[in-house]
Nanobody, 117 residues
Framework: QVQLMESGGGLVQAGGSLRLSCAASGRIFSINAMGWYRQAAGKQRELVARVTSGGRTNYADSVKGRFTISRDNAKNTVYLQMNSLKPEDTAVYYC???????????WGQGTQVTVSS
């Protein structure tokens, strides 16, 4: 069964940086888009960044210029480099694969990111 494992979250001061990692099954990873999502307390899950199998990226307006998504197909891992973090970035961050129409995997536990002011 394919599983996702997110890691790299933590507590950081505003202006700081974190790098999140997500490891997934090889076959799912290499042929599909991968995305990072986040869910803040009391809010719906939202897309943060997405990278296609061809390397095309897109970002939520709120993180453009601060976050960078990348993927390493050899390691079956997708990363999210988060710089200039703000308190409003505080959330549980998740990753998932999609085929452009639906999510392909069950949501994992996520990794908590907390940014203090």
């Amino acid at each position: 069964q394919v599983q996702l494992m997110e890691s790299g979250g933590g507590l950081v001061q505003a202006g700081g940086s974190l790098r999140l990692s997500c490891a997934a099954s090889g076959r799912i990873f290499s042929i599909n888009a991968m995305g990072w999502y986040r869910q803040a307390a009391g809010k719906q899950r939202e897309l943060v960044a997405r990278v296609t199998s061809g390397g095309r990226t897109n970002y939520a307006d709120s993180v453009k210029g601060r976050f960078t998504i990348s993927r390493d197909n050899a390691k079956n891992t997708v990363y999210l480099q988060m710089n200039s973090l703000k308190p409003e970035d505080t959330a549980v961050y998740y990753c998932n694969a999609d085929d452009g129409f639906k999510y392909l995997l069950s949501w994992g536990q996520g990794t908590q990111v907390t940014v203090s002011s």
